[in-house]
């Protein structure tokens, strides 16, 4: 019996650009093939390939950047790759609801595709747990935003410049008529709309919804019928109670319960009637990181704008951001599993969580790549906090792996800079403590 590889799912027209070229080509690219993403080809040996989100357009923009710079300009997700000739259950170790998705490279070494989070679950398919259970059960409502008909189109489209934020709800006072998203976002910048007018222009309208009774299995075929990124879930009487994306769903479906079922169909149960129980604590599990434990991106973006407000409302002291990456990171993963290599990381997010103090930000923002806030901290005094945690994850002894480093760019928070500059900043200045040797503190210029 022939073994799946990752080449039999693999979606081979891959919307690519390289990372020279502007962020309006991208936009222009996205526009013309109806994408919300975009993989990004760079010579950066250590940031090889990227993605380039509808999510970072609209960053971009409420920040006031100019489209006209080069993609490589501004931060963007890496994303890693893997042989086509992988087989599709090793896959699963390398790729999660996290990481999205990875690029997929021929015998060359070349781009050759890409596969999704989604791709690879939906071929392992538990058709009784789709059938019997309701999208009611895992429906998350907290993120969903919310606008007036006569909102201007661009303080709208600023409502969804946070991962948790990735469309917004439009109402007729308290009645909902329609619904932006990102993919009309990727319209709006590629027709080069006029987003001063009134978002009851571009809005899509009306609002397709489904029942919250209906099964997991006929959500997910509404969501590939429709290519849909997300479903609008109303109760029996009609009203929206909240929205869901197709990453949440599958996540929540698989990830939870696809282990259980594979066991034993009375665990299933009990995890079931337990999750109902923790349904109140669905807001705390969303803003942490699973693996780690500690907080994940949304949540540190969140906290950022909080910390760049405060700072420019108030003119108070200034704060510092952290950017630290484990070095040569998938040599532990290949050398020794990956079960070694989330070892590795835990342990590390653990000790650099016990170091920092209550008021500071660690965050996980993908793979082996965190982030940390320090408020009220300069770059100099956020400097010898770098040195001791490189020093102190220097000094620490892995089982079975033994010892490993981590690059770390600091910077502090200037009063001319936008959300996405400081990031972009810090960002560089690790990849620059790379670049020179790795296992060092950089300073951001």
């Known amino acids: ?50 993605l380039l989100t509808a999510n970072d357009l609209i960053r971009l923009r409420v920040n006031q950047v100019d489209f006209s710079n080069p993609i490589d300009s501004v931060k963007y997700d890496k994303v890693f790759s893997i042989s086509e000739d992988t087989p599709l259950d090793d896959v699963l170790e390398e790729v999660s609801h996290e990481i999205e998705c990875l690029c997929v ?23 009784r747990l789709l059938e019997k259970r309701t999208i009611s059960e895992i429906i998350l409502n907290q993120h969903l935003k919310k606008a007036q008909l006569s909102d201007s189109a661009i303080s709208v489209i600023g409502l969804m410049d946070h991962l948790l934020n990735d469309c917004v709800m439009v109402f007729d006072t308290d009645k909902p008529v329609g619904i932006i998203t990102t993919k009309d976002v990727i319209r709006l910048f590629g027709e080069a709309q006029d987003l001063n007018q009134p978002v009851s222009k571009f ?37 929206v109670v909240g929205q869901i994306t197709q990453g949440e769903l599958i996540n929540r479906v698989y ?37 780690t434990g500690i907080y994940n991106r949304a949540k ?52 650099v969580s016990k170091r920092m103090r209550l008021t500071d930000i660690v965050a996980r923002w993908g793979g082996e790549e965190f982030v940390a806030i320090l408020p009220s901290t300069n770059q100099d005094k956020a400097k ?8 102190t994850i220097f000094n620490m002894t892995f089982d079975e792996v033994g010892h490993v480093t981590c690059s770390f760019g600091v910077g502090e928070f200037r ?15 690790m990849y620059q403590a790379k670049a020179n040797g790795r296992n060092r503190v950089e300073l951001a210029e």
């Not at 781009?111 to 690879?120: C, H, P, R, S």
């Not at 282990?259 to 079931?272: G, H, P, V």
């Not at 009637?273 to 699973?290: G, N, P, W, Y």
């Not at 009063?415 to 200045?429: M, P």
């Open 1 to 50: 019996m022939n073994i799946p590889t990752v080449k039999d799912i693999a979606q081979k027209n891959v919307i690519r650009i390289d990372a020279t070229e502007s962020i309006a080509c991208a936009v222009e690219l996205m526009y013309r093939e109806n994408h919300r993403n975009i993989i990004v080809v760079s010579q950066n040996v250590n940031h090889r390939f990227g």
């Open 105 to 127: 490279t021929d015998q060359n070494d070349k781009l050759a595709g890409v596969v999704f989070y989604a791709d690879i679950i939906s071929s392992i398919d538990p058709h």
């Open 203 to 239: 809005m899509s309208q009306p609002i397709q919804t489904i029942p919250y009774d209906t099964s997991i299995k006929d959500a997910l075929n509404f969501i590939q019928r429709k290519q849909f990124k997300r479903l609008i879930v109303e109760d029996r009487d009609g009203f």
């Open 255 to 291: 990830s939870r319960w696809s282990e259980i079922l594979r066991n034993n169909d009375k665990q299933l149960k009990e995890m079931n009637r337990a999750l109902q129980v923790r349904a109140t604590k669905f807001e705390e599990m969303s803003v942490i990181d699973h693996l």
């Open 300 to 351: 540190f973006e969140v906290e950022l704008q909080k910390e760049i407000d405060r700072v420019k409302r108030y003119g108070s002291e200034t704060f510092s951001v952290l950017f630290f990456d484990v070095d040569h990171f998938k040599q532990v993963n290949d050398n020794y599993g990956h079960a070694a290599g989330d070892y590795v990381l835990q342990e590390i997010c653990q000790t």
């Open 384 to 391: 010898v906090v770098a040195e001791k945690l490189r020093e």
């Open 415 to 429: 009063q001319d800079d936008t959300f996405h500059s400081v990031i972009l900043r810090v960002d560089k200045a």
